[in-house]
Each structure stands twice: as structure tokens, then as C-alpha cells.
């Protein structure tokens, strides 16, 4: 397992720079130095550095920790709150440390307005955390990846996480398991990239009273958690997660960003969208073709139409052609409008690999 590193720019009171750089930070009338603030809450335990004091100190010292990190191996950082520096302190330090290493990826955890997330991502930031937590419905997502697909896809990599401790959605709380397996399926196979917050797999689902946080989550505790007992038991989502990781190997289509097309489905309920790779882009020399079709509805079973364009999966029109689901391994006979049927209590997404002919000699 490969170590990405949390890092926050930030420093406790007790830390080193407080007495060796007062100067990093704000000081106030009294000569004690302002903590962070963001009404009403109040983090008396996080001193924020100030970059107006003294910019070129900050960025060696930022420069030297980051470098310390990387000789030590790490090679993946998670940024947080990028969006409170300077951008051309991340573009400078960026562009530094990515010419002497360019293996390295920093994550931006920058949940803020769209325009400072894409600057972020534009001045370097390799991958975004993005506002998929908070895109449910139909409408929301469909529009959504097609934004990222099309209008940003050229320099905002998306990370889709379905959760993390700071992030409990109304959809996750009141949803249950279908809730969970929804979305880490389309996390899992609408973007190149994806993550699980610990605990996910055992639908960690209860919020801190007045938040949309896990109770009692690694900020406030150390939690201990047996994921192998809740294997055993089969209340574990840990199986699905592999598989979905499996069916990513497996397909490259699932592996770009900008082929994702959605597709009609009369209930409103049911978002489907494809994915398709030609075959000159594929180590086999074979098309790839993936198509999703998922009952958003955690709370019930959907049955309607789908309407396809095939030409978006690379077949001709009134092609018939074969699909297998490769979550239950059944197969059917598909055309441009196909029934399907949803229990979101037993399986409420079809991934469906679009079953076409391996060429035998690809020019």
C-alpha cells in the first residue's frame, strides 16, 4: 500500500515556528498570535500562518517540509485547504517541486467556489476533490459530469470521494446500504479516480447531532474497527468495493475522463451514462465499452425504459448486441430501448460491459 500524506500549512501552539518565526503568523496588539476562525466556530488549537508578513520565509520553510516528506518516500499529498494560500505560492511550489519530482501528486481538498477550485487545479493541483457528495439527483449528476467531462476536463483531474469524516450527506444517513452501494458506484466508474473514507465499508452512517459528519469520527477519537469480523458476517460492503476495483482494472474505458456521454431513460430515478474507449487506445487492440444504469432511489424499486444512442458505443443504429451486468455476471440481448428493473435493496446498479467482437488485426 502506497502512504499519501495529509498535510494541513497550519501550525498548534506549541509548535516550533511559533517562537523560531512569530513572523509566519498574525500577531495581535497583545502579542499573542490570532487563532483560526470561521464563525461562529472557533480553533484556538490552529494557528494559520499569514502569508503577507513574510511570503519568502513561508514558501523556503513549505518548500523544505515538502522535500523533507519526499526523501522520506511519500509521493502522494492531500492538500488541506489549499484555497486559503496564495495561488502563486502553489504555483511557484508546485512547478519547483514537480521539476525535481515529477512522480509527485498533490490532491487539493478545496471545497470552495468554483472559480478559486479551478485555479487551484490550473496552477498545478494534478487531482480536485470535487462537489460530487453533493450532487444526488438526476439532473444534478448527469449535468455535473458532463462539466467536468467537457468544460474543465482539460486541466481539473476529479477525484470523486463519497464521503470522508468531515462529509455525511442527508443521502448516506437516511439511505442505507443501497445508499452506499450506489454511490461507490458511480464515483467508481464515472471518474478516472475515486475514493473511500474508513469505516465506508461497514456503512458508517450515524451523523453528529446538528452536522453532516460520523459521530464520533477520527477527529474526536481513535476508532478501532473489525473489518474482518464484518466480512465474516456479511455486513460488509468491503467485497462490492473490490469488485468495483476489479471491474476499473479490467475496462479501460472506465480509466479517461472525457468520453463519459449520458444517456434517456424515462424514469427519473434512473441516471444511465456510458463510457467507451476505441480500440487503437486499448493495450488489446479491442473497443471497451461500459454503460451504467443506476436507480438513484435508495428506498425503492424503479422499472422503466432505457433509450440509447449507440453511436456513442461505438455500434451502428437498431444494432442488437449483448450486455452483461459484471456485478451479477447475467447477460441480455440489448438494443436502442431496453426495460430494466432496479431493487435497490438487492442490486441497484448495472454496470453492463457492451459485448462486441475482438478485432483480429487492428490498424
Known amino acids: 500500500m502506497e502512504l499519501a500524506l495529509d498535510i494541513a500549512l497550519q501550525a498548534s501552539p506549541d509548535h516550533p515556528w511559533v517562537t523560531q518565526h512569530p513572523q509566519f503568523f498574525t500577531q495581535l496588539p497583545d502579542g499573542s498570535i490570532a487563532y483560526a476562525e470561521n464563525p461562529?466556530?472557533?480553533?484556538?488549537?490552529?494557528?494559520?500562518?499569514?502569508?503577507?508578513?513574510?511570503?519568502?520565509?513561508?514558501?523556503?520553510?513549505?518548500?523544505?517540509?515538502?522535500?523533507?516528506?519526499?526523501?522520506?518516500?511519500?509521493?502522494?499529498?492531500?492538500?488541506?485547504?489549499?484555497?486559503?494560500?496564495?495561488?502563486?505560492?502553489?504555483?511557484?511550489l508546485l512547478h519547483e517541486v514537480n521539476g525535481a519530482h515529477p512522480d509527485v501528486i498533490?490532491?487539493?481538498?478545496?471545497?470552495?467556489?468554483?472559480?478559486?477550485?479551478?485555479?487551484?487545479?490550473?496552477?498545478?493541483?494534478?487531482?480536485?476533490?470535487?462537489?460530487?457528495?453533493?450532487?444526488?439527483?438526476?439532473?444534478?449528476?448527469?449535468?455535473?459530469?458532463?462539466?467536468?467531462?467537457?468544460?474543465?476536463?482539460?486541466?481539473?483531474?476529479?477525484?470523486?470521494?463519497?464521503?470522508?469524516?468531515?462529509?455525511?450527506?442527508?443521502?448516506?444517513?437516511?439511505?442505507?446500504?443501497?445508499?452506499?452501494?450506489?454511490?461507490?458506484?458511480?464515483?467508481?466508474?464515472?471518474?478516472p479516480t475515486w475514493g473511500v473514507y474508513s469505516g465506508y465499508e461497514l456503512i458508517e452512517n450515524v451523523a453528529r447531532p446538528g452536522s453532516e459528519e460520523n459521530i464520533d469520527n477520527e477527529k474526536y477519537e481513535f476508532k478501532v474497527r473489525d473489518y474482518a469480523h464484518a466480512e465474516k458476517l456479511g455486513?460488509?460492503?468491503a467485497p462490492y468495493l473490490r469488485r468495483l476495483n476489479e471491474i476499473r482494472r479490467e475496462h479501460p474505458?472506465?480509466?479517461?475522463?472525457?468520453?463519459?456521454?449520458?444517456?434517456?431513460?424515462?424514469?427519473?430515478?434512473?441516471?444511465?451514462y456510458s463510457k467507451h474507449?476505441?480500440?487503437?487506445?486499448t493495450p488489446t487492440g479491442a473497443?471497451?465499452?461500459i454503460l451504467v444504469v443506476a436507480n438513484l432511489d435508495p428506498h425503492s424499486v424503479r422499472e422503466s425504459t432505457v433509450h440509447l444512442d449507440l453511436t456513442r458505443l461505438g455500434l451502428e443504429p437498431e444494432t442488437s448486441y449483448q450486455v452483461r451486468d459484471l456485478l451479477t455476471d447475467s447477460t441480455w440481448t440489448w438494443g436502442e430501448h431496453n426495460y430494466v428493473r432496479l431493487d435497490a435493496f438487492t442490486q441497484p446498479v448495472h454496470i453492463l460491459h457492451v459485448v462486441t467482437p475482438v478485432p483480429e488485426q487492428y490498424y
Request: proline share 7%; charged share 20%; net charge negative.
Open 287 to 289: 473497443s471497451d465499452t
Open 277 to 281: 474507449i476505441e480500440g487503437r487506445f
Open 235 to 237: 455486513v460488509s460492503l
Open 40 to 92: 461562529p466556530k472557533k480553533y484556538q488549537d490552529i494557528y494559520p500562518l499569514n502569508f503577507d508578513n513574510d511570503p519568502e520565509g513561508i514558501y523556503q520553510e513549505m518548500l523544505r517540509l515538502f522535500l523533507h516528506w519526499i526523501g522520506l518516500g511519500v509521493k502522494i499529498f492531500r492538500v488541506d485547504n489549499p484555497h486559503t494560500k496564495p495561488l502563486a505560492f502553489w504555483e511557484r
Open 106 to 191: 498533490f490532491l487539493s481538498e478545496a471545497f470552495t467556489r468554483p472559480p478559486m477550485m479551478r485555479g487551484l487545479a490550473q496552477v498545478g493541483f494534478q487531482q480536485s476533490y470535487t462537489y460530487f457528495t453533493w450532487r444526488n439527483s438526476k439532473e444534478e449528476l448527469a449535468e455535473y459530469f458532463l462539466e467536468l467531462s467537457r468544460e474543465s476536463a482539460d486541466y481539473l483531474r476529479p477525484n470523486f470521494f463519497v464521503n470522508t469524516h468531515d462529509i455525511l450527506t442527508p443521502y448516506l444517513q437516511f439511505g442505507g446500504p443501497p445508499a452506499y452501494r450506489i454511490r461507490a458506484a458511480l464515483a467508481a466508474t464515472a471518474s
Open 253 to 272: 474505458a472506465l480509466g479517461q475522463l472525457r468520453n463519459i456521454d449520458i444517456h434517456w431513460c424515462d424514469d427519473p430515478e434512473i441516471l444511465v
